[in-house]
């Protein structure tokens, strides 16, 4: 979704409701006029997201800079051509990093890629540029890399492959138990996105000793000049000066990374100028561009305790709080040995949190959002006070269009999406993830606007057990579709197969073979297990929106089918008909809602009752559907 169209940007006869009316007021009157809410954003951000800037976190960032730099410096001993400059970006450098120094990421300038005479360049749609060397640079790459495969000309050059790869493959080589400046790599380098990321542990210090921290890394191309497709229309409400002093003086460049999500663009025409329209492949020299030094300076611009930066910070711990998790994540049955814990605050702070983060609710999703609202209120009073949690309220409420929708326009270029999926496609897990959070947290929020009195604790309690609760419902009803499926899983691909005319593999084969015919068959069976499991959903679906008619929770977001047919399409359809039949018969016989939230203990009756209900409930709707086909 365009951000344009999430709110309208202020007139000079608008008025922001969020903002004290009468001009600046005395301090006092300010704190007095904060609720319990505000207080509680502000705290969160000071007791808890701000990362102090002690000798410590100094020191772990010098030893991080020192570090990565002699490994740098190696890899350009092995190959002289991947001389590189370390460029600090992201949150750490922002100041909206919270809680710990456990994060850092640079870009990895390319030397020999980034004076102007070094590249051509070509911006086009979606953020991307196409990047082709020089013949200079070009001829410095054959003469000074140590790569095996060096292309014999431009037109066989491929970042990727030629550039790219050896960088990494060298730099995996030379961290490999790597240790100095306090720090120890103990993790092999991953690859993800256009970076890749080290695993390093703190071992000096006192305050963060032991700590691991997680440093990514980027490829870069400097371009030296402003990007021709940035677009920063909507940005009417900052002066001019402002603008003119953050973007175009202090960072008259910019960066091309790795072009991960292969965005569709135009043709382009300087491919076509110097290799002809028989190139095979543009995706071989097309980069994205990247604007993660401007947006540095602009959070430096707001400073530390500026509106927009504390604001981000208040927003990555509401993140954090609100993240759903599987508290069963080794369970696939409900049965009388389940154990789900009850809600209380300090079971969930134990848990771990999931590792790979949401691209729905993901930090530069976040930034973009408070830069674009930034660019509406630019001034500070619209982010002080009891202003702060309207801000945070708005930025929540623009979110979860922006998810629903599955977009969401970067705050630099108007084509770019950054999130991770299509234009209103069909729903995903990770937004469905990011709708609960979100929901989860204007809920809190609008009931914490009417409270009193305040306590911080209170206050985090009560969001952490609203999200625990949430992941409970969430777990409960993912093992009651497990169940059903584990449990009937013959039963099931006979229905398959009537419906399809297809015959399931023998799962008891023991014959293994390689090759094609091996890799064939494990893809012929996972078809058939994601497709039984889409009958097990359509009915928990179906009971719970009969049980639970008021949740506002998605519970269940049904997967897509992974093979279908006008068969197997047909048998969905009247299994749905035949499970809101069965639910709307069972009247007062329904399970109550409240077993979705209770804990269950070795031995609980309640949950072996269920079960027993649903498993004969399912038996014979099954029977039904049978007949039917």
Request: charged share 25%; with cysteine.
């Amino acid at each position: 979704m365009n951000l344009d169209d999430l709110s309208q940007s202020k007139s000079d006869g608008d008025k922001d409701d969020s903002v004290l009316s009468g001009g600046s007021i005395h301090k006092d009157e300010a704190i007095s006029s904060l609720t319990p809410l505000d207080l509680f954003l502000l705290d969160l951000d000071k007791n808890t997201a701000l990362i102090p800037r002690c000798q410590e976190v100094i020191d772990i960032q010098m030893g991080v800079e020192n570090l990565l730099k002699d490994l740098l410096l190696e890899v350009e001993q092995e190959n002289p051509f991947l001389k590189t400059t370390l460029i600090n970006s992201g949150s750490f450098y922002e100041d909206t990093k919270v809680e710990k120094p456990n994060e850092f990421d640079y870009l990895v300038q390319l030397d020999n890629f980034s004076e102007p005479r070094d590249i051509q360049y070509e911006e086009l749609a979606g953020a991307s540029v196409i990047v082709i060397p020089s013949q200079s640079s070009f001829d410095k790459l054959r003469n000074l890399s140590t790569y095996k495969d060096v292309p014999r000309s431009i037109s066989h050059f491929q970042w990727k492959t030629h550039v790219k790869g050896p960088f990494y493959e060298i730099l995996r080589e030379k961290e490999s138990g790597y240790e100095g400046y306090g720090l120890r790599v103990i993790e092999g380098l991953t690859k993800h996105g256009p970076a890749c990321s080290l695993k390093l542990q703190w071992i000096g210090g006192e305050r963060y000793s032991g700590l691991k921290i997680g440093v990514d890394l980027s490829l870069a191309v400097k371009i030296n000049f402003s990007s021709s497709t940035m677009n920063l229309k909507h940005c009417t409400e900052i002066p001019a000066d402002v603008m003119q002093k953050i973007i175009s003086d202090s960072v008259p460049y910019f960066f091309a990374v790795s072009d991960y999500k292969g965005t569709n663009c135009p043709s382009s025409n300087l491919l076509k100028d110097h290799l002809g329209d028989s190139h095979p492949n543009e995706y071989f020299f097309r980069l994205r561009c990247s604007q993660s030094c401007l947006e540095q300076a602009l959070f430096q611009h707001f400073g530390p305790e500026g509106g927009p930066t504390v604001c981000l910070r208040i927003l990555k711990m509401l993140r954090d709080i609100s993240t759903i998790v599987d508290l069963a994540p080794h369970e696939f049955l409900l049965n009388a040995n389940t154990r789900l814990p009850n809600t209380e605050f300090q079971d969930y702070l134990g848990l771990d949190l999931p590792e790979g983060s949401n691209g729905y609710f993901s930090s530069y999703a976040l930034k973009t959002l408070v830069l674009a609202e930034w660019s509406r209120y630019p001034e500070k009073k619209y982010w002080s006070g009891s202003c702060m949690s309207d801000r945070v309220s708005r930025l929540l409420d623009q979110l979860l269009l922006c998810v629903k929708h599955g977009g969401m326009r970067s705050f630099f270029y108007s084509d770019y999406n950054v999130l991770p999926g299509d234009f209103d496609e069909e729903m995903s897990g990770g937004q469905a993830t990011a709708i609960n959070s979100i929901t989860i947290l204007q809920h809190w929020m609008t009931s914490k606007r009417n409270d009193t009195d305040y306590n911080f604790n209170d206050c985090l309690q009560s969001v952490t057990e609203d999200s625990r609760l949430a992941s409970h419902k969430i777990t409960f009803t993912n093992l009651s579709c497990l169940t059903l499926s584990n449990t009937f899983r013959r039963e099931l691909e006979l229905v398959i197969s009537k419906a399809t005319g297809i015959e399931p593999l023998d799962r008891n084969k023991t014959r293994q073979r390689n090759g094609p015919f091996s890799t064939n068959r494990n893809q012929f069976l996972l078809s058939f297990t994601l497709n039984q499991i889409c009958f097990c959903e359509i009915y928990i679906q179906a009971l719970v929106k009969k049980v639970a008619s008021k949740e506002k929770l998605i519970l269940l977001n049904p997967r897509k089918c992974f093979v279908s047919n006008e068969g197997y399409t047909r048998a969905l359809d009247l299994f749905k008909e035949v499970a809101v039949t069965r639910m709307n018969s069972l009247g007062d016989n329904l399970p109550n809602y409240n077993i979705w939230t209770k804990e269950f203990k070795p031995g609980d009756k309640g949950i072996a009752n269920f079960v027993k209900f649903l498993s004969d409930i399912f038996r014979e709707d099954l029977q039904i559907l049978q007949s039917k086909l």
